[in-house]
């Protein structure tokens, strides 16, 4: 069974300052798929970003990129120029390859962007 | 485009109450999903719905059964309400139908209940 770890469960950043969280996941799988997903106050769960296991160039979106270790087993997210909306709950997430079904999520790391 | 839209928003229930929680997407997407998701943890699959006509369970079913009435809603219903299942319900929707790849799930906004 996969399961993803998130061992920050509270951060905090100035504005505009560069926050960067940490997510470590264990599979035996070869093909997969991470995820980050944010649940800021209004408890809707948007997606940031996603990462394919098969590609070795990160993703990136506007602010957020992450920095994807497949050897390592690591998927982090860096926030760039944070603002005030970014206050939230960021959730990883993994799904494996060939199944669109099961995403498995860690715990959570809260973000706070301090004024 | 509403996206994925929930119903109720809030419920208290008193345990060995019943309900059913509703849920419409409107991006014509084939699968379906319930999450739960309980404080300290992330979001846990209850059941999903890979294409119209077909329901399985997830990681956590027991006490509850999904519905999926039609390709645009997916029901998830409580019998016999309990304590334990005082939680914030999620449902999801992605575009591919059975096994896709790494498909993208979009979200409700969740509802709150309360089992007394």
């Known amino acids: 069974a996969q399961t993803v770890t998130q061992s920050q469960p509270e951060m905090s950043v100035q504005e505009a300052e560069t926050v960067t969280l940490s997510c470590t996941y264990d599979?035996?799988?070869?093909?997969?798929?991470l995820f980050w997903y944010k649940q800021p106050p209004s408890r809707q769960m948007i997606l940031v970003i996603r990462q394919e296991a098969y590609k070795q160039q990160n993703a990136t979106e506007n602010r957020f990129s992450v920095n994807f270790q497949k050897a390592a087993k690591s998927f982090s997210l860096k926030i760039s120029d944070s603002q005030l909306g970014d206050t939230a709950m960021y959730f990883c997430a993994f799904m494996r390859g060939g199944s669109n079904y099961k995403l498995t999520f860690g715990k959570g790391t809260l973000l706070t962007v301090n004024p | 485009n509403a996206g994925v839209t929930q119903t109720p928003k809030f419920q208290v229930l008193k345990t060995g109450q019943s309900m059913t929680l509703q849920c419409a997407q409107d991006m014509n997407h084939n699968s379906m999903y319930w999450y739960r998701q309980d404080p300290g943890m992330g979001l846990r699959l209850i059941y999903y719905s890979a294409s119209e006509g077909t329901t399985d369970k997830g990681e956590v079913p027991n006490g509850y059964n999904a519905s999926r009435l039609n390709k645009r809603e997916f029901s998830l219903r409580l019998e016999s309400a309990a304590p334990s299942q005082t939680s914030v319900y999620f449902c999801a929707s992605s575009a591919l139908s059975g096994r896709g790849f790494g498909d993208t799930q979009y979200f409700g906004p969740g509802t709150r209940l309360t089992v007394l």
């Open positions: 599979t035996s799988e070869n093909n997969y798929y």
